[in-house]
Protein backbone atom coordinates (compact mmCIF):
# COMPACT_ATOMS: atom_id res chain seq x y z
CA UNK A 1 0.00 0.00 0.00
CA UNK A 2 1.16 3.59 -0.61
CA UNK A 3 2.38 5.79 2.24
CA UNK A 4 0.14 8.75 3.62
CA UNK A 5 1.17 11.38 5.67
CA UNK A 6 -0.19 12.69 8.60
CA UNK A 7 0.12 15.05 11.55
CA UNK A 8 1.14 13.96 14.85
CA UNK A 9 -1.85 15.61 16.46
CA UNK A 10 -4.53 18.56 16.91
CA UNK A 11 -6.35 20.24 19.18
CA UNK A 12 -10.03 21.20 18.53
CA UNK A 13 -12.24 22.89 21.27
CA UNK A 14 -15.64 21.09 21.29
CA UNK A 15 -18.66 22.06 19.46
CA UNK A 16 -16.73 23.41 16.62
CA UNK A 17 -15.52 21.62 13.34
CA UNK A 18 -12.11 19.77 13.07
CA UNK A 19 -10.31 19.53 9.36
CA UNK A 20 -7.75 16.27 9.57
CA UNK A 21 -5.50 16.65 6.93
CA UNK A 22 -3.58 13.71 5.01
CA UNK A 23 -1.81 13.40 2.35
CA UNK A 24 -0.69 10.53 -0.23
CA UNK A 25 1.13 11.97 -2.83
CA UNK A 26 2.06 8.49 -4.27
CA UNK A 27 -1.85 6.81 -4.53
CA UNK A 28 -2.42 5.17 -7.57
CA UNK A 29 -5.61 5.06 -9.59
CA UNK A 30 -6.46 1.67 -7.64
CA UNK A 31 -6.40 3.13 -4.35
CA UNK A 32 -9.03 3.65 -2.02
CA UNK A 33 -8.46 6.25 0.73
CA UNK A 34 -9.77 5.10 4.16
CA UNK A 35 -10.08 6.73 7.56
CA UNK A 36 -9.97 4.63 10.90
CA UNK A 37 -10.36 6.06 14.18
CA UNK A 38 -9.30 4.30 17.31
CA UNK A 39 -10.37 5.44 20.44
CA UNK A 40 -8.20 4.72 23.96
CA UNK A 41 -7.92 0.84 24.74
CA UNK A 42 -10.36 -0.23 21.98
CA UNK A 43 -9.78 -1.36 18.53
CA UNK A 44 -9.77 0.78 15.57
CA UNK A 45 -12.99 1.84 14.15
CA UNK A 46 -14.14 2.22 10.42
CA UNK A 47 -14.84 6.22 9.52
CA UNK A 48 -15.09 6.82 5.95
CA UNK A 49 -13.72 6.21 2.70
CA UNK A 50 -13.68 6.93 -0.83
CA UNK A 51 -12.15 6.87 -4.13
CA UNK A 52 -12.35 10.42 -6.24
CA UNK A 53 -15.25 12.18 -4.91
CA UNK A 54 -16.34 13.39 -1.67
CA UNK A 55 -17.91 11.69 0.41
CA UNK A 56 -20.73 11.50 3.18
CA UNK A 57 -21.98 10.07 6.52
CA UNK A 58 -23.13 9.76 9.72
CA UNK A 59 -19.88 10.36 11.18
CA UNK A 60 -17.98 12.51 9.25
CA UNK A 61 -17.11 14.03 5.51
CA UNK A 62 -14.28 13.20 3.09
CA UNK A 63 -13.20 15.60 0.77
CA UNK A 64 -10.72 14.80 -1.52
CA UNK A 65 -8.25 16.50 -3.78
CA UNK A 66 -8.87 16.73 -7.52
CA UNK A 67 -5.47 15.44 -7.96
CA UNK A 68 -6.16 12.59 -5.27
CA UNK A 69 -2.86 13.19 -3.77
CA UNK A 70 -4.37 14.69 -0.66
CA UNK A 71 -7.58 14.04 1.56
CA UNK A 72 -9.38 16.26 4.66
CA UNK A 73 -11.84 14.33 6.79
CA UNK A 74 -13.84 16.43 8.28
CA UNK A 75 -15.29 16.15 11.62
CA UNK A 76 -18.83 18.72 11.71
CA UNK A 77 -19.07 19.14 15.16
CA UNK A 78 -16.23 17.78 17.67
CA UNK A 79 -17.43 16.25 20.94
CA UNK A 80 -15.24 14.42 23.61
CA UNK A 81 -16.01 11.18 22.25
CA UNK A 82 -14.01 12.46 19.12
CA UNK A 83 -11.11 12.38 20.97
CA UNK A 84 -8.73 9.72 19.30
CA UNK A 85 -6.08 8.49 16.76
CA UNK A 86 -6.94 8.83 13.12
CA UNK A 87 -5.83 6.51 10.45
CA UNK A 88 -5.41 7.52 7.14
CA UNK A 89 -5.06 4.68 4.70
CA UNK A 90 -4.41 3.85 1.39
CA UNK A 91 -5.48 0.60 0.14
CA UNK A 92 -5.37 -1.12 -3.02
CA UNK A 93 -8.74 -2.02 -4.83
CA UNK A 94 -6.85 -4.86 -6.71
CA UNK A 95 -4.85 -6.55 -3.58
CA UNK A 96 -6.89 -7.76 -1.34
CA UNK A 97 -8.60 -5.88 2.19
CA UNK A 98 -5.07 -5.51 4.43
CA UNK A 99 -5.38 -2.33 5.91
CA UNK A 100 -1.57 -0.77 6.26
CA UNK A 101 -1.32 1.18 9.32
CA UNK A 102 0.88 4.88 9.76
CA UNK A 103 1.10 6.90 12.92
CA UNK A 104 -2.27 8.26 12.32
CA UNK A 105 -2.89 12.05 14.29
CA UNK A 106 -4.09 12.08 17.78
CA UNK A 107 -6.99 14.33 18.48
CA UNK A 108 -7.34 16.49 21.01
CA UNK A 109 -10.62 17.95 21.69
CA UNK A 110 -10.89 20.78 24.77
CA UNK A 111 -14.22 21.17 26.54
CA UNK B 1 -22.78 -11.04 19.68
CA UNK B 2 -22.58 -8.76 17.01
CA UNK B 3 -19.00 -7.46 16.84
CA UNK B 4 -15.66 -9.21 16.67
CA UNK B 5 -14.51 -10.80 19.98
CA UNK B 6 -11.24 -11.65 21.50
CA UNK B 7 -10.04 -13.11 24.50
CA UNK B 8 -8.74 -13.02 26.67
CA UNK B 9 -8.90 -9.84 27.20
CA UNK B 10 -5.82 -9.38 29.27
CA UNK B 11 -3.28 -12.13 29.15
CA UNK B 12 0.08 -12.07 31.38
CA UNK B 13 2.91 -14.65 30.70
CA UNK B 14 5.99 -15.40 32.32
CA UNK B 15 9.08 -15.35 29.93
CA UNK B 16 9.25 -18.54 27.93
CA UNK B 17 5.27 -19.71 28.51
CA UNK B 18 3.49 -20.07 25.16
CA UNK B 19 -0.26 -18.33 25.20
CA UNK B 20 -2.75 -19.08 22.85
CA UNK B 21 -5.10 -15.76 22.24
CA UNK B 22 -8.67 -16.21 20.53
CA UNK B 23 -10.53 -14.97 17.89
CA UNK B 24 -14.35 -15.04 16.94
CA UNK B 25 -14.96 -13.11 14.11
CA UNK B 26 -18.31 -11.35 12.71
CA UNK B 27 -20.56 -14.53 12.10
CA UNK B 28 -20.11 -15.59 8.18
CA UNK B 29 -17.16 -12.91 7.50
CA UNK B 30 -14.73 -14.63 5.17
CA UNK B 31 -11.01 -12.51 5.93
CA UNK B 32 -9.56 -12.37 9.17
CA UNK B 33 -6.73 -10.25 10.14
CA UNK B 34 -4.23 -10.25 13.18
CA UNK B 35 -2.62 -7.24 13.77
CA UNK B 36 0.59 -6.68 16.45
CA UNK B 37 -0.05 -3.03 18.39
CA UNK B 38 3.06 -1.88 20.41
CA UNK B 39 2.50 1.15 23.03
CA UNK B 40 2.35 3.95 21.43
CA UNK B 41 2.12 2.82 17.61
CA UNK B 42 0.01 1.81 15.00
CA UNK B 43 -1.10 -1.65 14.43
CA UNK B 44 1.19 -3.96 12.60
CA UNK B 45 -0.29 -6.44 10.13
CA UNK B 46 0.91 -9.71 11.04
CA UNK B 47 -1.34 -12.74 9.24
CA UNK B 48 -4.43 -13.09 6.74
CA UNK B 49 -6.84 -15.59 6.04
CA UNK B 50 -9.60 -16.21 3.35
CA UNK B 51 -11.59 -18.88 4.82
CA UNK B 52 -9.77 -21.75 6.08
CA UNK B 53 -6.85 -20.97 3.88
CA UNK B 54 -3.57 -18.23 5.21
CA UNK B 55 -2.81 -16.73 2.62
CA UNK B 56 -0.38 -14.00 3.61
CA UNK B 57 1.82 -14.31 6.96
CA UNK B 58 4.49 -12.50 6.18
CA UNK B 59 3.89 -9.87 9.14
CA UNK B 60 5.20 -12.80 11.52
CA UNK B 61 7.55 -11.58 13.14
CA UNK B 62 9.20 -14.88 13.96
CA UNK B 63 8.86 -18.85 13.70
CA UNK B 64 7.19 -18.44 17.25
CA UNK B 65 4.19 -17.10 15.63
CA UNK B 66 1.40 -19.29 14.59
CA UNK B 67 -2.13 -18.76 13.67
CA UNK B 68 -4.84 -20.96 12.61
CA UNK B 69 -8.37 -20.95 11.53
CA UNK B 70 -9.21 -24.59 10.53
CA UNK B 71 -13.08 -24.31 10.33
CA UNK B 72 -12.99 -20.81 8.63
CA UNK B 73 -14.75 -19.10 11.86
CA UNK B 74 -12.98 -18.78 15.01
CA UNK B 75 -8.95 -18.41 14.91
CA UNK B 76 -5.98 -19.04 17.37
CA UNK B 77 -2.76 -16.71 17.44
CA UNK B 78 -0.04 -18.67 19.25
CA UNK B 79 2.82 -17.66 20.53
CA UNK B 80 5.34 -20.04 21.63
CA UNK B 81 8.37 -19.31 24.56
CA UNK B 82 6.87 -15.64 24.74
CA UNK B 83 9.61 -12.98 24.56
CA UNK B 84 9.25 -9.45 26.44
CA UNK B 85 9.21 -8.16 23.17
CA UNK B 86 6.14 -9.69 22.61
CA UNK B 87 4.54 -7.35 24.68
CA UNK B 88 1.30 -5.81 22.71
CA UNK B 89 -1.97 -5.84 21.95
CA UNK B 90 -3.16 -8.10 19.53
CA UNK B 91 -5.89 -6.94 17.11
CA UNK B 92 -8.12 -9.35 15.43
CA UNK B 93 -10.67 -7.90 12.33
CA UNK B 94 -12.65 -9.42 10.09
CA UNK B 95 -14.67 -8.63 7.11
CA UNK B 96 -17.31 -10.07 5.01
CA UNK B 97 -16.10 -10.19 1.17
CA UNK B 98 -11.88 -10.10 -0.07
CA UNK B 99 -12.64 -6.60 -1.86
CA UNK B 100 -10.45 -3.53 -1.17
CA UNK B 101 -13.35 -1.31 -0.85
CA UNK B 102 -14.56 -3.15 1.87
CA UNK B 103 -14.39 -2.09 5.67
CA UNK B 104 -12.75 -4.05 8.72
CA UNK B 105 -14.30 -4.26 11.80
CA UNK B 106 -11.72 -4.96 14.92
CA UNK B 107 -11.86 -6.69 18.31
CA UNK B 108 -11.05 -5.28 21.46
CA UNK B 109 -7.72 -6.59 21.21
CA UNK B 110 -5.84 -9.05 23.80
CA UNK B 111 -3.10 -7.13 25.49
CA UNK B 112 -0.37 -9.18 26.57
CA UNK B 113 2.12 -8.80 29.42
CA UNK B 114 4.96 -10.97 29.22
CA UNK B 115 7.12 -10.57 32.51
Known amino acids: DAKTTQPNSMESNEEEPVHLPCNHS???????IHWYRQLPSQGPEYVIH???SNVNNRMASLAIAEDRKSSTLILHRATLRDAAVYYC????????????FGGGTRLMVKP | GAGVSQSPRYKVAKRGQDVALRCDPI?????LFWYQQALGQGPEFLTYFQNEAQLDKSGLPSDRFFAERPEGSVSTLKIQRTQQEDSAVYLCASSSTTGGEEKLFFGSGTQLSVL
Open chain 1, 50 to 52: GLT
Open chain 1, 89 to 100: ILRDGNAGNMLT
Open chain 1, 26 to 32: TISGTDY
Open chain 2, 27 to 31: SGHVS
